[in-house]
């Protein structure tokens, strides 16, 4: 929805640069919600974030070569745990947004 929207009424002082700067900020986040790119935008970010996680912890493995499995592997843990079920909220988010258009 590009263009002047018609559900905003105006009030006589709406005329400065401020009521400018918010109306077209409201225009730009209308355009933003229609266009779902919010969604996908954070759907992606949450991809790399994974991503960026599972590169360091390749790079932590080869850098320590002498730490036993079980250290490595309860590291590793403590670092993907709390990220686990962000990412699994974020997907589930995603795809019921998804389903309701």
């Known amino acids: 929805m590009i263009g002047p929207r018609k559900d905003l ?4 002082s709406d005329k400065g640069w401020l009521a400018i700067g918010v109306r077209g900020f409201a ?9 779902d790119i ?10 790399g974030v994974t991503i960026w996680i599972i590169r360091w ?8 070569p002498t730490m036993s499995g079980i250290e490595i592997a309860a590291i590793i843990g403590a670092v993907m745990l709390p990220w686990t079920p962000m ?3 974020v997907i589930n ?3 019921k947004r998804q389903n309701e258009k």
Do not use: G, N, P
């Open 93 to 95: 988010w995603y795809f």
């Open 57 to 64: 912890a390749t790079t932590f493995v080869a850098a320590h």
């Open 38 to 47: 919010d969604k996908h935008c954070l759907s992606w970010a949450t991809f």
């Open 9 to 12: 009424h105006e009030r006589a």
């Open 87 to 89: 990412q699994a909220a």
């Open 27 to 35: 225009m730009v986040w209308d355009f933003i919600d229609e266009k």
